[in-house]
């Protein structure tokens, strides 16, 4: 138990803690090894160990600070993000995490961790409890970026409905951190639909439209329903809000 009040503040911790707890590497290797061995530690993954609670026998970090100790860049993103704000309409069973390294995803106490790649280390929050997190405007514009691959479009909107207001100012940050045309495209169409919902002034949408392509795009796949916003030079659905309404949709699948 020497180590262990140590560790328990740390909730997780790799090899090279335990060396600056233990003082060696020798040190640190057997006791990492002996406490696994009594269960006061579990190994989330290689050279990530999970501190084990002698009241309740459970890992002590929750998703949010295991996926913020993955590599020393990882920052939760994307639909997390959401969840940890608590502007998730839904509780996912999957963390998304971003990091410049190169990673496996993983599982572990019944969640599933995904690495998504992320460039450099911009619109990041790193809290007092030991969790990395984008920002709510950079996790929207990510979100907008990605909501084909990570919960749909019905579920994207959903979150965005229960933000109470973004600052547009930063929302720019985000997007001039992407430099896509599209981006701006897709972002100004989404985002004004919920212009009122989100507070978002006027200079927010001229300045994406005046970053937007040029050259009329989709908003994804084509659809039968899908109109030409001609300020966006975007086809995309008539009625955006619509699809929030008619609840589980085809647009789920996205």
């Known amino acids: 138990m020497e180590r262990y009040r140590e560790l328990a503040a740390l909730r997780c911790f790799t090899h090279k803690d335990m060396i600056q707890l233990a003082g060696s590497e020798s040190a640190a290797t ?21 501190v084990i609670s002698m009241e309740t026998g459970q890992p002590i970090p929750n998703r949010y600070q295991i996926a913020s100790r993955v590599t020393d860049d990882a920052c939760i993103s994307h639909h997390s993000a959401f969840e940890y704000y608590g502007y998730a309409n839904q509780v996912f069973y999957d ?25 450099r280390n ?8 030991g969790v990395r997190v984008t920002s709510l405007e950079r996790t929207v514009i990510d979100s907008i970026a990605d909501f084909e691959k990570i919960g749909g479009l019905e579920e994207l909107l959903r979150c965005l409905l229960l933000i109470p207001s973004l600052d547009s100012d ?45 050259s009329k795009t989709y908003f994804f796949e084509k659809q ?31």
């Open 30 to 50: 057997w006791q990492i090894k002996s406490y696994l061995q009594k269960g006061y530690i579990e190994r989330i993954r290689r050279d990530l160990y999970a």
């Open 95 to 119: 963390m998304y995490f971003a990091t410049e390294k190169r990673v496996r995803p993983f599982s572990y106490d019944g969640i599933n961790y995904y690495p998504l790649i992320r460039q």
């Open 122 to 129: 911009a619109g990041v929050i790193e809290t007092d409890t």
């Open 170 to 214: 930063k929302l720019l940050d985000a997007l001039e951190f992407y430099g896509r045309s599209q981006l701006y495209q897709k972002a100004g169409y989404i985002l004004e639909t919920l212009k009122d919902e989100l507070s978002l002034p006027e200079h927010f949408f001229a300045e994406c439209e005046n970053r937007s392509s040029a």
């Open 224 to 254: 039968s329903d899908f109109v030409l916003y001609k300020r966006w030079k975007l086809f995309a659905p008539k009625d955006l809000k619509s699809i929030i309404n008619k609840g589980v949709t085809d647009y789920d699948a996205i």
